[in-house]
């Protein structure tokens, strides 16, 4: 039997830096079935000078407006440090961490969101999935 070869993005640590979950005071329903819509943020920067090692951000940011249609405000910012093997090249290292972190971080946010929401009035609220998307093209309209 073959061993499978080890995962080249290692994870060092999580941790949040925002938790914000507000319930929303006089929350009225939407008769037209309004969801919330998350926006997701990510950054992958390097980690100091250690090569190989980058620290990544993943921001989640739900209602800013704090619309009372809506039963929540949310904003949590969940920050990872990784490290990658030093056999992947300078942008294999970046994607892999870019696509590690966005799974580990949005993953633990998902989960904070759900365990603090089901303390709250208005009952758990699970976050869907995160689609990681190329950035945009600052020269494409």
């Not at 073959?2 to 290692?10: G, K, L, S, T, Y």
């Not at 999580?14 to 037209?32: E, H, L």
């Not at 090569?51 to 407006?65: D, K, L, M, Q, Y």
């Not at 696509?99 to 998902?110: C, D, E, K, P, W």
Request: glycine fraction near 6%; charged fraction near 15%.
């Amino acid at each position: 039997m073959q061993q499978a070869a080890a995962h080249p993005i290692a994870l060092e640590q999580v941790f949040f830096v925002r938790s914000i979950v507000v319930a929303m005071p006089g929350f009225v329903p939407d008769d037209a079935g309004a969801s919330l819509v998350p926006e997701n943020q990510i950054a992958v920067n390097p980690a100091g000078d250690a090569p190989g090692r980058f620290s990544a951000t993943v921001r989640t940011i739900i209602n800013p407006a704090m619309d009372k249609k809506f039963p929540y405000s949310i904003d949590m910012e969940c920050v990872g440090v990784f490290n990658a093997d030093n056999t992947l090249s300078a942008a294999e290292q970046l994607k892999g961490v870019t696509i590690t972190a966005h799974n580990v971080l949005y993953g633990a946010i998902r989960e904070a969101v759900s365990w603090l929401t089901a303390r709250q009035p208005y009952g758990p609220l699970m976050l869907g999935l995160s689609v990681l998307q190329p950035a945009a093209d600052a020269d494409q309209v």
